[in-house]
């Protein structure tokens, strides 16, 4: 993002984790709140950031395992003879999904219970201080009405 | 054909682009407006093949999506006319990622049945965007928050619900109870979308979202949902009446607070979702009438039942993403019992039409007219349950597309009118001629 600008920019999604990263402004003049507000959506960006990237990179592995497994069950190879990769269709990876999601259930939960509080979190702050610098800008025109 | 007509009438506007690569100014923000409008093109492309990938609407309200899509483009493309001549850099990144638009969109048009990957990434997808919110965007930002197309299936649910209640036609009633329930599903559905921007960036289906996107902060998304859900809700009970109201505070908190976190708890939030999906139409119903009857609950569990097919199918498709994603569903935990009762609820709806007439709400023609449509879709849930793969479960979800306003429709052409109520041995003919007296007010 170019140096002079004053807002956060977004930018594509990661390759591992599929989030889009943000990087955030940090204004000269930034006040107490702001700080939290920053930090927390940092700190909230970092968490899902690795949670996500370790739980495709598992989801991914896993799959590969799986599929390998199967094969060599079956007598077949990864690479059948056109060097095309050989995937198993969508009633055998079932098994696999299913397996998948069971595993992870308690992972998920206790993920969602953290996202939501953050969620919560960032969104209240990001309620005040948009609500401080209302009454800042209202103070402002005030005193340049009475000027 | 439908879809592939509209696939050329949008190749039109192919012309633009080379326009866009002399008239290209360096600043930001149109920057932005012209990627906005290439990711318009390709988002209305793949929509036209991604169909199985969203819950999308029956047919008789996929006439209303091109034409929002155009729309938008019109405004998209006077925006850019104003803007002055162009750096040769950007001259030719734009070039090329026009070029790939035209490609993608040709490709779109000549094989119907294709399915473009959401995943292939356009260059502009790849930018590094000023997350400041654009005027002009708002529009079609908050349209996408609130998935405005479901929005409007939910109305015409709400007003199917209205219209078959025996009372004589209200048109300010009408309109208020399906302007209110509108407001409250808009809130629901940004709340929803709100609580949901991590798993909806990891699946395919929904990463293009809003929230997801960073085209809108989550305060402005909230403060959104609360300046449709409070007066939607509000318009209700003070316009239509408190049980409607009731009823829509009720259908928000259910989809927000218990089916919104129970997709990622149990299964049993399929059940939860179809309840969702049932209230509408009763609110339509208690909106002209004031009450629950049975008529009401009628209208209730057809749409419950309906959701079973629909999203079962669907769903069937998108295993690899729920499970990645972490969402708790049948078809990806209890693959059989997914297939059992889609084919439950086929063999339901037919039960339900025939009790229509015995509630009194239609004549006896309805379960007779509508026996073709609902054999048909319990032949496709039957399929389904039987072969479980990807072709029956398409062949089912789009078949739930246009069966469902087919029989309100079939419903509403054979209600029993409100002046004949009392002759219940009427003629199809004579009841038919008195429907449409109230029809017309």
């Known amino acids: 993002p ?34 939290r507000l920053r930090e927390a ?72 219970r953290d996202w939501y509080k953050r969620n919560f979190r960032i969104t209240f702050l990001m309620g005040q201080v948009a609500l401080v610098r209302a009454l800042r800008w209202l103070r402002r025109r005030k005193k340049n009405v009475e000027q | 054909a439908g879809l592939f007509v509209w696939c050329l009438r949008n190749t039109g506007v192919r012309q633009l682009p080379c326009q866009f690569v002399h008239l290209y100014h360096v600043a930001n923000d149109k920057l932005i407006t012209f990627q906005y409008f290439n990711f318009l093109k ?40 104003k803007i002055s001549p162009v750096s040769p850099v950007h001259q030719l990144w734009s070039e090329t990622s026009s070029r790939n638009e035209l490609r993608e969109m040709k490709s779109a048009a000549e094989t119907e049945d294709s399915v473009i990957p959401v995943g292939t990434q356009s260059k502009e997808d790849r930018q590094w965007k000023e997350m400041k919110l654009r005027l002009d965007d708002l529009p079609g930002i908050l349209a996408r928050l609130s998935k405005i197309k479901l ?37 629901a559905n940004t709340i929803n979308q709100f609580f949901e921007v991590p798993f909806d960036s990891n699946m395919n289906r929904t990463k293009n979202r809003p929230l997801v996107r960073g085209q809108i902060s989550p305060l402005l998304a909230v403060c959104f949902a609360a300046s449709c859900g409070v007066p939607g809700i509000a318009l209700l009970t003070l316009g239509v009446n408190p049980l409607t109201g009731a009823l829509g505070a009720f259908n928000i908190a259910l989809y927000t607070c218990c089916y919104t976190p129970l997709k990622r708890m149990s299964i049993v939030n399929t059940w939860v979702g179809a309840v969702v999906g049932a209230i509408p139409p009763i609110m339509g119903w208690t909106a002209a009438t004031g009450s629950l009857d049975a008529g009401a609950f009628l209208l209730g569990g057809i749409l419950y039942s309906w959701q079973f097919p629909h999203f079962n199918a669907l769903s069937w498709g998108l295993r690899e993403d729920y499970s990645r994603g972490g969402y708790c569903m049948m078809s990806v935990t209890h693959p059989g019992l997914c297939r059992r009762v889609a ?99």
């Open chain 2, 42 to 81: 390709r988002m209305y492309v793949t929509r036209c093949n991604k169909d199985l990938s969203q819950r999308a609407k029956p047919k008789s309200h996929s006439i209303v999506s091109p034409f929002h899509e155009l729309q938008q483009l019109d405004q998209e493309k006077k925006v850019v006319n």
């Open chain 1, 41 to 112: 959506r940092q700190e909230a960006q970092a968490s899902n950031q690795r949670f996500w990237a370790r739980h495709n990179r598992a989801f991914r592995q896993e799959k590969e395992e799986f599929i390998y497994s199967r094969l060599k069950a079956k007598g077949l190879e990864m690479r059948d003879e056109s060097g095309q990769k050989a995937t198993l269709n969508a009633e055998e990876m079932a098994d696999f999904y299913k397996d998948f999601l069971s595993k992870n259930f308690k992972k998920h939960l206790q993920y969602n």
């Open chain 2, 343 to 441: 084919l439950r609820h086929c063999l339901a709806l037919i039960g339900l039409s025939t009790v229509a007439p015995v509630l009194d709400i239609t004549t006896w023609t309805f379960p007779i007219i509508s026996l073709p449509i609902n054999l048909y879709i319990s032949y496709l849930g039957f399929r389904f349950y039987r072969d479980a793969d990807r072709s029956s479960s398409r062949k089912l979800f789009f078949c739930s597309l246009w069966h469902l306003p087919l029989l309100l429709l079939v419903m509403f052409t054979c209600k029993k009118s409100v002046l004949k109520k009392e002759d219940k041995g009427d003629l199809p003919g004579g009841s038919h001629e008195t429907a449409m007296e109230i029809r017309l007010p």
């Open chain 1, 2 to 35: 170019p140096a002079h600008s004053r807002s956060d920019w977004i930018g594509p999604p990661d390759q591992h984790s599929n989030l889009r990263p943000i990087i955030f402004y940090v204004p000269p003049e930034e006040s107490a709140l702001e700080r």
């Open chain 2, 151 to 187: 929005t409007a299936l939910v109305i015409s649910t709400a007003s199917a619900g209205f219209a078959m209640a025996p009372v004589p036609f209200d048109l300010t009633c009408f309109l208020l109870a399906s302007f209110g329930t509108g407001l409250a599903s808009c809130a």
